[in-house]
Nanobody, 124 residues
Framework: QVQLVESGGGLVQAGGSLRLSCAAS????????MGWFRQAPGKEREFVVS????????YYSDSVKGRFTISRDYANNSMYLQMNNLKPEDTAIYYC?????????????????WGQGTQVTVSS
């Protein structure tokens, strides 16, 4: 059974940094796109970033471009999200997900495996 486990969330002041991790198990995912989404309180879940196999295509949402960096460790079935210059509006539960195919889609429906999420809180 496919399992995704996020970690690395926490409380940080505005301007600070966090690095989220996503560990995948129960299958081979290296040839699929993987991505990060987030859901702020009272809002719908939104796309953050996605990367295809070997980073051929990477797509960031405008709200995080230049501040967040996605990376993948294929040997360990892991994915990371380095978040710098964090802002209070980045406060959300962050979810990692595996796509149905190797394309950096922004749509939730393109992803069929999800983690339980990790909370990121940015104080002003």
């Amino acid at each position: 059974q496919v399992q995704l486990v996020e970690s690395g969330g926490g409380l940080v002041q505005a301007g600070g940094s966090l690095r989220l991790s996503c560990a995948a198990s129960g299958g081979t995912f290296s040839r699929y796109a993987m991505g990060w989404f987030r859901q702020a309180p009272g809002k719908e879940r939104e796309f953050v970033v996605s990367m295809t196999y070997m980073g051929r295509n990477t797509y960031y949402s405008d709200s995080v471009k230049g501040r967040f960096t996605i990376s993948r460790d294929y040997a360990n079935n892991s994915m990371y999200l380095q978040m710098n210059n964090l802002k209070p509006e980045d406060t959300a539960i962050y979810y990692c997900a595996i796509a149905k195919w190797d394309w950096p889609s922004t749509a939730e429906t393109a992803y069929d495996h999800w983690g339980q999420g990790t909370q990121v809180t940015v104080s002003s």
